[in-house]
């Protein structure tokens, strides 16, 4: 109960920061993973991927406490965030959320990145926000029928 608590307050703060242009429909889809990492440390890299027989998106993160380590106390944590909701569409190259409603959304592509190696990025329909509590991750993709007026990952998340 008070896990539930805590999501619906977090969404509700979350739909309260959200730029969002007036009338546009938003769904949040949260990955059911989460992680304890350290309170105060940072997340040093990401990287989206598609996994499972159902080519899901997922997200690969290492957090660090190396803001704060001292003496050679740096220690790393890696975590898998699946997005199971979102699935790779039937042209290979967009992951679509299907909403209730019946829309399919595009979240996120497949691209050739550098040298060669394919890259998965979120569109401009979609961001991650990442809330981390006393060092305990949840991870929610904000996911709009229009691209948002800014992005903001650089302030409440990372997705790009």
């Known amino acids: 109960m008070k896990h539930h608590l805590f ?7 979350l739909a ?10 938003v769904w949040y889809v949260t990955s059911p993973n989460h992680g304890q990492t350290y309170a105060y440390g940072s997340e040093t890299r990401h990287a ?5 027989s159902s080519n899901h998106l997922a997200l690969y993160a290492t957090y660090s406490n190396e803001p704060f380590a001292e003496g050679g106390n740096r220690r790393f944590d890696d975590f898998v ?3 199971p909701q979102v699935k790779l569409g039937p042209g290979g190259h967009t992951f679509f ?12 592509r497949k691209q050739s990145g550098f040298l060669g190696i394919t890259e998965i990025k979120l569109l401009p329909t979609a961001y991650l926000v990442t809330k981390k509590k006393h060092g305990y991750l949840t991870l929610t ?3 709009g029928v229009a ?9 409440i998340g990372f997705g790009h």
Do not use: C, K
Request: charge should be negative; aromatic fraction near 10%; charged fraction near 10%.
């Open 81 to 83: 965030f699946n997005f």
């Open 16 to 25: 309260l920061v959200t730029p969002v242009r007036a009338g546009q429909q």
């Open 141 to 143: 993709l904000v996911i």
């Open 97 to 108: 959320y299907h909403a209730s409603n019946g829309l399919n959304l595009p979240v996120a």
């Open 48 to 52: 989206w991927a598609m996994l499972g």
């Open 147 to 155: 691209p948002f007026e800014e992005n903001p990952d650089t302030q």
């Open 7 to 13: 999501v619906l307050v977090a969404l509700t703060l």
